[in-house]
């Protein structure tokens, strides 16, 4: 008869076998764990399972294939995108190109920003453009949004200059220096930073100042003038932190010089704005007609009054920004933290309001004829081939038995969504006094959407519709006084920091 196991060994082997046992009962979901007897218990000091487990996953599928209408799923979307596969036919019924309010003259033709990011210019200049066609009788006509893209860049290198002077003292790896230093010449921008460039620059018709290769196809040219712009703002970080203020402005000057030769030769030599130009056309009866104008002289006669009382005109240095920004309190004035372009410029103004504010105010301006630009995140729940914007667009419950349900101050606060892409409102219906669906005129070619024209329903507004740029007689004088108080100043990295 073998010997009797000690008191210690008998505590040992219960140990043993509580530790198996762990690992063989079920768990919270009904799963059975079979471990390596040496491995560390699934369960953390809360009592919570933090690891993966292997048999846990292998459940999961083999409760996803038992249903027919999941290995239906996965036969289709392996094999598609999945925007063709759960389009909801409704939304693309309802959401059809039909208005009862709508501007007159709604500008042709459609353009197309190409591979750039230049939204925001293409935005503006069609808002612009349409006081000008009708104050020349013209049946289509472009701005060149090269011109304002040449002159944004070198802009946007002296911000980025002067941000780097005037924050060489924090640390390099700090949060702000390091946003800064991301994309300084980033192609996008917003309506106050087109307010300045036309200011300083004007405007001129595109066939002054076409469209280059790399203004067409910019991330190359980004890339270069960004690498520079790093090496240049290390220099004069050096020079600030080492006393030698003196070396600083000629340092600068040069750096600048630079950046004007990158940019002069990839886009060509833009036209100069205090210099007159010769601009001859045919109108829409044919008859020729000569401008001699410099480009700010021509930009002014947007902001004259004649123009604005016979073509429906607005004076841009007017025109400011509501944004509707749930995470922040109504009623207020919001700006960023050196986020710009033009230094000595119009700073970033958003007065924040409800949806209700922001709607009344398109749909005044577009009873008057006047095209809105709006700034919203084009990516959500919206097919560029057919041109719908529906947040009932896709039926993700159909495909992944799922529902999304963050809010638009989620998506905000958890960097889901942000205003990331300008467009124009030409048109509206309202049914029962309320919006039902909104016209937009897009940038993206005659080939995406219905010849190039967007339909957006009115919840997709709500949802993910940031920005309409007003006329201020299309607002109340409480809404006007919003612009008077001091701003509510945004950091840099937040999401209405975000460039379209």
Known sequence: MGQAPSKPQVADEKEAVARRMSRLSL??????????DDAPPPYNSDGRINTLSLDQTKHWEEQLLSSPRNRLAISALTQNRFSDILTNQGATVVDNQVFNIKIPLEGAPITNQRSSGRCWLFASTNVFRVAIMKKYNLKEFELSQSYLFYWDKIEKANWFLENAIDTAGEDLEGRL???LFAQPVNDGGQWDFVANLVNKYGLVPQDLYPDSYNAKNSSKMNGLITTKLREQALALRKLVTSGKQHLIEQYKRNALQEIHTILTIMLGPPPSPDKEFTWTFYDANEKFTKVITKPTQFAATLSDKQTVRACGGTDVHQLFSLVNDPRNEYNRLLTVDRLGNVVDGVPVRYVNVDMDIIKAGAIAMLRA??????????GQFSDPASGIMDTDLYDFNLGFNITLGLTKEQ???????AMTHAMVLTAVHIEGGKPVRWRVQNSWGDSAGDKGW???????????????????????????????????????WDPMGALA
Do not use: C, H
């Open 27 to 36: 768990d919270k979901t009904g799963y059975v764990y079979v471990e390596n």
């Open 369 to 378: 004829g006047i095209p809105v630009f709006f700034g919203s995140d084009v």
């Open 454 to 492: 967007f339909v957006m329903t009115d919840k997709w507004m709500d949802e993910f519709v940031y920005q309409v740029v007003v006329d201020p007689r299309f607002v109340s004088q409480a809404t006007r006084d919003i612009l008077k108080q001091d701003p509510i100043v945004l950091p840099l």
């Open 177 to 179: 220096v390091k946003e």
């Open 411 to 417: 998506r905000l606060k958890t960097g889901e969504s």
